[in-house]
């Protein structure tokens, strides 16, 4: 899957987010959807590293503290 698919599956995930809402005013959208997605990005992650923090923050672009704090925040810990 190309970055563009999936920047496709959020835009169209947020689309139907927005019309179940109906009249109602959404909130915290950015923090609901980084949240969302956190999760996966780092279970396949970890995976890809085998358990690797350092190698996973190195592959994330993210100090190693401040994944395990990640981890910690989504019950992968």
Known sequence: MSKDNI???V???LEKYFRDLGEQQP???YE???FTV???ILEAVMARAAG???LAAEMLGI???TLRKKLQQH???
Do not use: F, I
């Open 38 to 40: 956190e999760k996966p």
């Open 32 to 34: 609901m959807v980084v």
């Open 63 to 65: 100090n190693r503290n």
């Open 52 to 54: 690797n923090q350092s």
């Open 75 to 77: 019950g992968l810990l």
């Open 7 to 9: 920047q496709d599956v």
């Open 27 to 29: 909130s915290n959208v």
């Open 11 to 13: 835009r169209k995930s």
